[in-house]
């Protein structure tokens, strides 16, 4: 159990803040800290519990690398009891919690066997399919997809769309809204632009730990016929798009398109590319063009085959028809204006990293 100095170490404030909810309706939904990870896999519920750990670890040992509002910052993940998929961002008696619940630990265990057993990988990846790299690729991304999700949750904490310390402000991502159901007619762009500044901020720290560590121990273990660097863009591609594209059933509706809480999955696929270029210019400026077009479709159509629903290809395609058409330009060009302003109106309550410590945070 970790510890703070002085006070209730978080794992017991995370439940009690779920437990003890005044609202029965949250109390039944979220029913408190998933303390043993109980799925019938052993060796697999180990090494979730593993994941969550080694995050808090990373946490604890990169606060004081923070600079925040409020001081030194203590960040805390931890595992939900809830058949709801969701994740959450959220601040609780001085500390930014971030949550996953155990429907979505299940969520991504499908999604990562569906990687494991896509075929079609070996073409994409140019890696030799045999049972020992199919066991290392299992092995892999799940603790890759906790991070992606886990990242885009602290983009949410270090941008400021959270609320205050001691204000709380629960930030949901839940697998209805990456489904993208409409939310009514209001107007959620801002809600929206928040989404993808996380998604943002999961870009840039997820490229830096794949290229100063994980891309390095994939390409090692998979010995890939590709140059390094390409593999490891691509395989990150991999993991992200099967993200977005299995999660589940989704629904697109051009007319509500404004009306979601999350933008439609594609759109976020794209701001992702456009930040991962950003980084890459930034950081290794040879590959700032990589991520063409075709590189793109080419990843998605590989992803694509672990799902045979039809419905699913068909509401993908959906998105790309209307983020094309002219009513679609308008709507990219005003979530990215709606991005810009928000920077501005959140940076009284941004986090960031010291010039020093550029840290690894998942």
């Given at each position: 159990m970790s510890t703070v100095p002085n006070r209730v170490p978080p794992?017991?404030?995370?439940?009690?803040?779920?437990?003890?909810?005044?609202?029965?309706?949250?109390?039944?939904?979220?029913?408190?800290?998933?303390?043993?990870?109980?799925?019938?896999?052993?060796?697999?519920?180990?090494?979730?519990?593993?994941?969550?750990?080694?995050?808090?670890?990373?946490?604890?040992?990169?606060?004081?690398?923070?600079t925040s509002p409020h001081g030194e910052p203590i960040i805390h993940m931890d595992y939900l009891r809830s058949d709801e998929v969701s994740a959450f961002a959220f601040f609780h008696e001085g500390i930014a919690f971030i949550a996953l619940t155990s429907?979505?630990?299940?969520?991504?265990?499908?999604?990562?066997?569906?990687?494991?057993?896509?075929?079609?990988?070996?073409?994409?990846?140019?890696?030799?399919?045999?049972?020992?790299?199919?066991?290392?690729?299992?092995?892999?991304?799940?603790?890759?997809?906790?991070?992606?999700?886990?990242?885009?949750?602290?983009?949410?904490?270090?941008?400021?769309?959270?609320?205050?310390?001691?204000?709380?402000?629960?930030?949901?991502?839940?697998?209805?809204?990456?489904?993208?159901?409409?939310?009514?007619?209001?107007?959620?762009?801002?809600?929206?632009?928040?989404?993808?500044?996380?998604?943002?901020?999961?870009?840039?720290?997820?490229?830096?730990?794949?290229?100063?560590?994980?891309?390095?121990?994939?390409?090692?273990?998979?010995?890939?016929?590709?140059?390094?660097?390409?593999?490891?863009?691509?395989?990150?591609?991999?993991?992200?798009?099967?993200?977005?594209?299995?999660?589940?059933?989704?629904?697109?509706?051009?007319?509500s398109a404004r009306s979601y809480e999350h933008p439609p999955a594609l759109m976020r696929m794209n701001v992702f590319m456009r930040d991962i270029e950003g980084w890459c210019s930034e950081h290794k400026p040879q590959l700032v063009h990589w991520g063409t077009l075709e590189r793109f479709q080419q990843i998605m159509h590989c992803v694509s085959l672990a799902n045979e629903e039809t419905a699913d290809l068909k509401v993908w395609q959906r998105q790309g028809a209307f983020l094309v058409s002219d009513a679609g330009e308008h709507y990219i060009a005003d979530l990215y204006k709606t991005r810009e302003k928000l920077r501005t109106d959140m940076d009284h309550l941004r986090w960031n990293l010291k010039p020093t410590n550029k840290a690894d945070l998942t």
């Amino acid at each position: 159990m970790s510890t703070v100095p002085n006070r209730v170490p978080p794992e017991v404030i995370f439940d009690r803040y779920f437990s003890g909810h005044p609202s029965p309706s949250l109390r039944q939904k979220y029913r408190g800290r998933l303390i043993t990870v109980d799925f019938t896999d052993r060796i697999l519920a180990d090494a979730i519990e593993g994941i969550r750990d080694a995050i808090n670890e990373r946490f604890r040992a990169n606060s004081s690398g923070i600079t925040s509002p409020h001081g030194e910052p203590i960040i805390h993940m931890d595992y939900l009891r809830s058949d709801e998929v969701s994740a959450f961002a959220f601040f609780h008696e001085g500390i930014a919690f971030i949550a996953l619940t155990s429907a979505l630990l299940a969520r991504l265990i499908d999604i990562t066997s569906n990687l494991w057993r896509l075929n079609p990988l070996s073409d994409l990846l140019k890696v030799s399919l045999s049972s020992e790299t199919r066991n290392y690729i299992a092995a892999t991304s799940l603790p890759i997809q906790m991070q992606i999700v886990s990242s885009h949750e602290l983009g949410h904490i270090f941008h400021g769309h959270c609320g205050e310390s001691g204000h709380p402000g629960l930030r949901v991502d839940s697998a209805s809204d990456l489904r993208v159901q409409p939310e009514g007619e209001a107007d959620n762009m801002r809600s929206q632009a928040m989404e993808v500044e996380a998604d943002g901020y999961a870009a840039h720290m997820m490229l830096t730990n794949f290229f100063n560590g994980i891309g390095e121990n994939l390409y090692r273990m998979l010995n890939p016929d590709l140059p390094k660097q390409e593999f490891i863009l691509t395989y990150f591609l991999v993991e992200l798009g099967s993200l977005f594209y299995l999660w589940g059933p989704r629904i697109f509706d051009p007319q509500s398109a404004r009306s979601y809480e999350h933008p439609p999955a594609l759109m976020r696929m794209n701001v992702f590319m456009r930040d991962i270029e950003g980084w890459c210019s930034e950081h290794k400026p040879q590959l700032v063009h990589w991520g063409t077009l075709e590189r793109f479709q080419q990843i998605m159509h590989c992803v694509s085959l672990a799902n045979e629903e039809t419905a699913d290809l068909k509401v993908w395609q959906r998105q790309g028809a209307f983020l094309v058409s002219d009513a679609g330009e308008h709507y990219i060009a005003d979530l990215y204006k709606t991005r810009e302003k928000l920077r501005t109106d959140m940076d009284h309550l941004r986090w960031n990293l010291k010039p020093t410590n550029k840290a690894d945070l998942t």
